[in-house]
């Protein structure tokens, strides 16, 4: 390693150790494995710096190329628990790191051959980057995950291709070259790339650190579904047509007051997991507040919408609450209305579809009532019995 590279390399990957190690605080867990594999690479190419003599011992040379083996299974490790799916190709990827230290122990103690150690060392970390960018490709929406898939894609290429080079580089009798002008842009190239890889992988994950807040803003806790504030801005991103369900959970104090707090929340929860399970593509869902839900299907018309309501109320009704504590049946109320000619605002269509819901209260709950403009009427599915605007509702 020409002297330059001998303190450049495992001094900027100490500091990106340093760097994700920090980050990994904020309880993402690539970021550890980042730094996991930026740590072994630092400490492999760290070991030109030590004695002479630990340098030229067979061993040193195994533990090297065992450091970089950890090094890009760390890399590797990173990137599946980035993109969600960090239990995949691991036997894959073990086996490629058992045979490649099997092989570099026979190059170094069996053949003493140096082009084999190189070639097997190299190319190996290239290919545990294969099964990664294998599962990469499913999970390129972002840009900045295609950045760090093409450049990932470029490291493996580079690495591997290094090893094929130098490896006929030796066999052609010529290792002087790594001393030469041309080993010294080639190893520049690596070291570059090294960086630009450890950068795009920090913006990825800042990136998703940012969208995390961002997410959780807008997101209730307990239902999973959006809250109020992330229900508003979902509803200013869709054109003003469509339905509006208002949902309310029947007696619910009664459930806090004889089972808890605590089971309240799980059939909360539990309501959540039937709505978001129920929703069609495009429809947006909130928790709006206490044990109240609101749906909005875009471009649904009110039989639509009726028919989803009612699908969650049966499903929500047949529900069985005993593992939470809850050992009565449960069941809700829903409000039905769909966006009218003159409506001014997403607020006309809410107030109707609410009014319809403290009529389906009034009428004895768990059930359904539709706001009909045209008859003015609210209808009640379940018992085909049409329930008269009162003047109070009206509107």
């Given at each position: 390693m020409d002297s330059p590279f001998a303190f450049l390399l495992p001094a900027y990957m100490a500091i990106f150790t340093i760097v994700f190690g920090l980050v990994w605080r904020w309880y993402r867990r690539s970021a550890f494995w980042w730094a996991f594999g930026f740590l072994w690479?630092?400490?492999?190419?760290?070991?030109?710096?030590?004695?002479?003599?630990?340098?030229?011992?067979?061993?040193?040379?195994?533990?090297?190329?065992?450091?970089?083996?950890?090094?890009?299974?760390?890399?590797?490790?990173?990137?599946?628990?980035?993109?969600?799916?960090?239990?995949?190709?691991?036997?894959?990827?073990?086996?490629?790191?058992?045979?490649?230290?099997?092989?570099?122990?026979?190059?170094?103690?069996?053949?003493?051959?140096?082009?084999?150690?190189?070639?097997?060392?190299?190319?190996?970390?290239?290919?545990?980057?294969?099964?990664?960018?294998?599962?990469?490709?499913?999970?390129?929406?972002?840009?900045?995950?295609?950045?760090?898939?093409?450049?990932?894609?470029?490291?493996?290429?580079?690495?591997?291709?290094?090893?094929?080079?130098?490896?006929?580089?030796?066999?052609?009798?010529?290792?002087?070259?790594?001393?030469?002008?041309?080993?010294?842009?080639?190893?520049?190239?690596?070291?570059?790339?090294?960086?630009?890889?450890?950068?795009?992988?920090?913006?990825?994950?800042?990136?998703?650190?940012?969208?995390?807040?961002?997410?959780d803003a807008i997101t209730d806790p307990l239902s999973g579904l959006l809250n109020r504030r992330g229900f508003e801005q979902a509803l200013a991103a869709v054109p003003p047509q469509g339905c509006m369900i208002i949902g309310d959970i029947d007696h619910f104090k009664r459930v806090n007051d004889r089972f808890g707090h605590l089971a309240g929340d799980g059939v909360i929860a539990g309501l959540g997991a039937i709505i978001a399970t129920a929703l069609p593509p495009g429809g947006s869902a909130a928790r709006t507040g206490g044990e109240e839900f609101a749906i909005f299907l875009p471009d649904a018309s009110a039989a639509e919408g009726t028919r989803l309501a009612t699908s969650i109320r049966q499903h929500f009704a047949a529900a069985d609450w005993r593992e939470i504590g809850v050992a009565t049946p449960l069941t809700a109320s829903f409000g039905v209305a769909a966006i009218e000619a003159g409506d001014r605002a997403f607020q006309d269509l809410t107030a109707r579809a609410d009014a319809a819901l403290y009529a389906a209260k009034d009428a004895g709950r768990n059930r359904i009532v539709t706001h009909e403009p045209q008859t003015g009427v609210r209808f009640m599915p379940e018992t085909g019995f049409p329930l008269l605007l009162r003047a109070a509702a009206a509107g």
């Open positions: 690479g630092a400490i492999g190419f760290a070991m030109p710096l030590l004695p002479q003599s630990v340098q030229n011992d067979p061993l040193g040379y195994l533990a090297a190329d065992g450091c970089f083996v950890l090094s890009f299974l760390g890399y590797s490790q990173g990137l599946l628990h980035h993109i969600g799916k960090p239990h995949r190709h691991r036997i894959v990827r073990l086996a490629i790191a058992t045979a490649t230290m099997a092989v570099c122990g026979y190059a170094i103690y069996g053949a003493e051959s140096t082009p084999l150690q190189y070639v097997t060392s190299d190319v190996s970390c290239g290919l545990l980057l294969l099964p990664v960018l294998i599962a990469m490709r499913r999970h390129l929406t972002l840009r900045i995950d295609r950045v760090l898939f093409a450049i990932t894609a470029l490291v493996a290429l580079e690495t591997a291709g290094r090893g094929v080079f130098v490896t006929l580089v030796l066999l052609a009798g010529h290792p002087e070259y790594l001393r030469t002008i041309y080993g010294f842009e080639m190893q520049s190239v690596a070291a570059i790339l090294g960086m630009v890889w450890g950068l795009a992988a920090l913006a990825a994950i800042l990136l998703d650190v940012v969208a995390g807040y961002a997410r």
